[in-house]
């Protein structure tokens, strides 16, 4: 049982082109987080996001926690090939101490 | 200011022996823990450590796998009598507090064990 659903996991789309990532549990989370890993290395933490409704932006990138704070989102403008990558979100549960991740979203970016 | 040093960065074992995989956090980061990837998917809980205390161990099967973090040296995930079923690439990552929250986890470049 994946207790964090994204979608889709596989995208490939051209460049310039805009995406949305999608993550999605039935439980409510603390906090949650979104990492990227290149082939061969860790994941690197590209934000967190702790309140219901929240918005962050980094560059091209747009992140929102849902309001009830079991989901959340990633947008993408104007998609880079740098842009290519596995995308993990991450929640951490109220009490608990450890992430859960989700499956990854695998994103390629056609130049 | 090095990052989460994680060796060896490749492993090799034959089925049946044993395989030791090395952690050590970030300069200040008092909590460690491990992940298991296969590939195409995401990251797959292990174990939560601080120095010398085990704190969630309910991602590690309760065979064959033993984690350690002594208080000086690294971290240590221990797999004895490996199967092929434990090929993956294993990833050690820490964090300052243990709230991470706020603080996320800087993670290493991982072991990638191969069982043959």
């Known amino acids: 049982t994946q207790l964090l659903e994204q979608s889709p996991q596989f995208l490939s789309i051209q460049e310039g082109e805009n995406l949305t990532v999608y993550c999605n549990s039935s439980?409510?989370?603390?906090?949650l987080q979104w990492y990227r890993q290149e082939p061969g290395e860790g994941p690197v933490l590209l934000v967190t996001?702790?309140?219901?409704?929240e918005v962050k932006k980094l560059k091209r990138l747009t992140f929102q926690f849902g309001d009830a704070r079991k989901d959340s989102s990633l947008h993408i403008t104007a998609a880079q090939p740098g842009d290519t990558g596995l995308y993990l979100c991450?929640?951490?549960?109220?009490?608990?101490?450890?992430?859960?991740f989700g499956q990854g979203t695998r994103l390629t970016i056609n130049p | 200011n090095a990052g989460v040093m994680q060796n060896p960065r490749h492993l090799v074992r034959r089925r049946g022996q044993e395989a030791r995989l090395r952690c050590s956090p970030m300069?200040?980061?008092?909590?460690v823990y491990w992940y298991r990837q296969l590939p195409e998917e995401g990251l797959k809980f292990m174990v939560y450590?601080?120095?010398?205390?085990?704190?969630?161990e309910s991602g590690m099967p309760k065979e064959r796998f033993s984690a350690e973090f002594p208080k000086e040296g690294p971290s240590i995930l221990r797999i004895q009598q490996v199967v092929r079923g434990d090929s993956a690439a294993y990833f050690c990552?820490?964090?300052?507090?243990?709230?991470?929250?706020?603080?996320?986890?800087?993670f290493g470049s991982g072991t990638r064990l191969t069982v043959v």
């Open positions: 990552a820490s964090s300052p507090l243990s709230n991470v929250a706020n603080y996320g986890y800087t």
């Open positions: 439980s409510v989370f603390s906090s």
């Open positions: 996001v702790v309140t219901g409704g």
């Open positions: 991450a929640g951490r549960i109220q009490g608990a101490q450890k992430l859960v």
């Open positions: 300069k200040g980061h008092s909590h």
């Open positions: 450590l601080q120095k010398e205390n085990i704190i969630d």
